[in-house]
């Protein structure tokens, strides 16, 4: 009798492992099952439970651990990463800006982006405690944007960089910049808000921080660095503001002041198809 219960238990550990190699159990354990839990995931409220990605210090990475726990958190050092952990199956979804969302996308096959947004926020600069330069950005971000230079910068980053129908900024000619020098602190690891094109880190937020600055008569010099490491910096006095695809929160407005927000943008979920 005793052997025969050994043997029935040998059976079924072993049906249990044939049918966890063939996808028929749940999650591995600390990942994600083999593109069979992502795939259930159509709505912020579906990630419950779930392991999700997102870059360290960024406004997703707030929103996510308050809404689902630390324990379902997990942080990587730069966006593609955390995609990369998804593609692989260590994660079941990523929580990101929906830009940078949709050049992840187009170049990793395999994944989408839900059609219901996690949460919009707006996007603002940050500078140390009464910096006097908040209000002259103010200044300079209401003209840029009323006289259409604001929207020249994402049409050509956003809606027409790859046709030719949109034309990139460039300062003028007869851009004085004798006013001094400015040090912006980003992370370009968010396309098409900040990224490197060869030596250079172009973006949307280069490219109207470059039209401040030019509004300013400043000359504009440019640090990438940890997205967690730039309030750091800007408290420091290592850069005299920050852009990053910045979000303005209560917690962030305690440790810096913000400038007036310039571009409304949201927080997306990336999945497996």
């Known amino acids: 009798m005793k052997m ?20 028929g159990s749940g999650k591995e354990s600390g990942s994600a099952a083999s593109g069979s839990t992502s795939a259930k995931i159509e709505t912020p409220d579906d990630l419950e439970g779930k392991k999700i990605g997102v870059q360290t210090g960024t406004t ?57 947004a996690y949460t919009e926020e707006d996007y603002a ?17 209401k003209e840029l944007k009323e006289d259409g230079t604001f929207d020249q910068i994402v049409s050509y980053y956003i809606d027409g960089e790859e046709s030719g129908e949109a ?4 300062s003028p000619a007869d851009t004085d910049r004798s006013k001094g020098s400015l040090v912006m602190a980003t992370n370009a690891e968010f396309p098409p808000y900040e990224y490197y094109e060869g030596d250079a880190v172009v973006g949307i937020d280069a490219d109207f921080a470059q039209a401040i600055a030019d509004k300013l008569g400043m000359e504009l010099k440019i640090e990438d660095m940890a997205f967690d490491s730039i309030i750091t910096a800007v408290q420091g006095g290592k850069a005299d503001f920050g852009a990053a695809g910045m979000t303005v929160t209560e917690e962030r407005a305690t440790q810096v002041d913000f400038t007036d927000s310039y571009y409304t943008g949201r927080q997306v979920i990336i999945v497996k198809e």
């Open 60 to 116: 997703g990475d707030l929103y996510v651990t308050d809404d689902y726990g630390d324990e379902s958190v997990e942080r990587y050092n730069k966006g593609f990463e955390a995609v990369q952990a998804l593609t692989q199956g260590k994660i079941d979804a990523v929580v990101i800006d929906d830009q940078p969302a949709k050049t992840f996308v187009e170049e990793n096959k395999g994944l989408k982006i839900l059609d219901t």
């Open 4 to 23: 025969k219960k050994i043997l029935s238990a040998v059976l079924v550990a072993a049906c249990a492992v044939s049918l966890a190699a063939c996808g």
């Open 125 to 141: 600069m940050c500078f140390k405690k009464d910096s006097e330069l908040v209000p002259q950005f103010n200044t300079a971000i």
């Open 167 to 170: 034309v990139r900024y460039e």
